[in-house]
């Protein structure tokens, strides 16, 4: 494997007791790279996050992070390495802002020892990297949508990850926002993090990623340069729609 290829997937097969979910699944993930999954509801990005995340072991096939099989990683060690962005997370009780991305250095500090005063710092510097400085001392549960979702990058990145996995990040925001969440993307990637995301909008993939994956069924339809890829005739085909709608709801030209 490449010194510069972070995640590999090979031959994954992968799914629930009794349930094949995932076929044949072979994706890779370079340094600084973005790569971004698009697929109908029930194609399997749920259960390949899961896998990928180490919930799910893998029934066949491997799947690598910085060479080496995803099993040998402790949960700590795999922590320190990989964030992991939902699309959603109500707070059960009322915490600060940076009480949320404080929970993000759990990777990095021993059992049973407090935040330090550096992991603080961490925090802060994490709220103020994503522009949501200002935002440290307010309660969670009165962001607004797009507010908390930068909240949870920001814990993500408190981690200080080499790969992050976001599961549409956008889901639910209004435009306005989903442009904050993207704007963010390119700048991590500009910053030398890898990202793995899921969305349902090709659009912000044509945006924000480098590469593109189409997922069907369980099974990879395509892979490669987002429009190259991310073509309208492959999009009506992964989605069951008229090719002239994905077209029109696509920027720029787009051969079939």
């Known amino acids: 494997m490449s010194a510069d290829v972070l995640l590999q997937v090979h031959a994954l097969q992968a799914g629930y007791r009794g349930r094949v979910v995932l076929h044949g699944i072979d994706l890779s993930l370079s340094r600084g790279e973005v790569l971004c999954l698009l697929g ?11 896998t990928l995340l180490g919930l799910l072991p893998p029934q066949s096939g491997r799947v690598e992070l910085l060479g080496r099989p995803l099993a040998s990683w402790s949960r700590a060690a795999f ?4 964030g992991y962005v939902p699309q959603a997370h ?6 600060t802002a940076e009480d949320i991305v404080l929970m993000g250095r759990a ?16 925090a ?7 522009g949501i400085g200002a935002l440290a001392q307010r ?3 009165t962001l607004s949508g797009g507010e908390q979702q930068l909240v949870l990058i920001a814990r993500a990145l408190a981690q200080e990850p080499v790969l992050l996995l976001m599961d549409e990040p956008t889901a639910s925001l209004d435009f306005g926002n989903q442009l904050r969440v993207l704007e963010q ?4 990637r500009a910053d030398g993090l890898s990202i793995l995301l899921t969305t349902h909008q090709p659009a912000q993939a044509l945006q924000c990623a480098d590469r593109v994956a189409l ?24 989605y069951g729609v008229p090719e002239a709608a994905i077209a029109a709801a696509l920027p720029g030209p787009h051969a079939a």
Request: aromatic share 8%; charged share 25%.
């Open 139 to 141: 309660l969670y549960p």
């Open 90 to 95: 109500e707070a059960m009780f009322a915490f």
């Open 185 to 188: 993307i390119a700048r991590l």
């Open 40 to 50: 109908p509801n029930g194609s399997g990005k749920t259960t390949l996050f899961r």
């Open 124 to 130: 802060r510097h994490c709220l103020h990297a994503l």
């Open 107 to 122: 990777a990095r500090i021993d059992a049973f020892a407090t935040p330090s005063r550096y992991d603080r710092e961490v």
């Open 215 to 238: 997922l069907a069924r369980g099974r990879l339809q395509a892979a490669g340069a987002p429009r190259e890829t991310a073509t309208a005739g492959r999009l009506a085909a992964l």
């Open 79 to 82: 922590a320190r390495h990989v």
